[in-house]
T-cell receptor, first 113, second 116 residues
Framework: QKEVEQNSGPLSVPEGAIASLNCTYS??????FFWYRQYSGKSPELIMS????GDKEDGRFTAQLNKASQYVSLLIRDSQPSDSATYLC?????????????FGAGTTVTVRA | DGGITQSPKYLFRKEGQNVTLSCEQN?????MYWYRQDPGQGLRLIYY???????QKGDIAEGYSVSREKKESFPLTVTSAQKNPTAFYLC???????????????FGPGTRLTVT
């Protein structure tokens, strides 16, 4: 089982719609979760962090965490063409005595004008 | 401006040559990381370091080497033993985590290495 899995996509949504991205993680001890946005040819950029169960909103982005189901999601409301990118989910995984981030393979989102 | 710098942005090398990629951060982070990204794929951890003069292998360390002589710097050498070195290389840094918590990593702009 992969440490972090994302819905594979690609995901195509019309401008103004909601894009919904999903991610599951394998380690029940994980406490911190992140969403990164990566434009083609560029490095990942952190867009959301979430540590507690429930929803966290930041502008048009909402992260949702359910630790019992080991599930974290990202909603992009009022999607814009500038949101077209690959979105990476990251969660801690144990490595020896430490936890280090593991990244999902990413979901590519295309927003159609 | 606080951040992570990587150089060069593009690097071309002939097969059989070692090459060193630079990574510098001024965020005062203890932990630094090197990832490799191949087209259409996620990030794979090569090496990481939690403290000066110490580093650990990640998932794909074979054919790579690193050093951490200063807190700010974590250079990666791609050796001739690395069978498929052409890739996008990303350096990142973070503050150190605790049990179950790994804090956000911040990435440099990356180095695109092409070996022919």
């Amino acid at each position: 089982q992969k440490e972090v899995e994302q819905n594979s996509g690609p995901l195509s949504v019309p401008e103004g719609a909601i894009a919904s991205l999903n991610c599951t993680y394998s380690d029940r001890g994980s406490q911190s979760f992140f969403w990164y946005r990566q434009y083609s040819g560029k490095s990942p950029e952190l867009i959301m962090s979430i540590y507690s169960n429930g929803d966290k909103e930041d502008g048009r982005f909402t992260a949702q965490l359910n630790k019992a189901s080991q599930y974290v999601s990202l909603l992009i409301r009022d999607s814009q063409p500038s949101d077209s990118a690959t979105y990476l989910c990251a969660a801690p995984s144990p490595r020896g005595s430490d936890y280090k981030l593991s990244f999902g393979a990413g979901t590519t989102v295309t927003v159609r004008a | 401006d606080g951040g992570i710098t990587q150089s060069p942005k593009y690097l071309f090398r002939k097969e059989g040559q070692n090459v060193t990629l630079s990574c510098e951060q001024n965020l005062n982070h203890d932990a630094m990381y090197w990832y490799r990204q191949d087209p259409g794929q996620g990030l794979r951890l090569i090496y990481y370091s939690q403290i000066v003069n110490d580093f650990q292998k990640g998932d794909i360390a074979e054919g790579y080497s690193v050093s951490r002589e200063k807190k700010e710097s974590f250079p990666l050498t791609v050796t001739s033993a690395q069978k498929n070195p052409t890739a996008f290389y990303l350096c990142a840094s973070s503050i150190e985590g605790t049990s179950g918590v790994a804090y956000e990593q911040y990435f440099g702009p990356g180095t695109r290495l092409t070996v022919t």
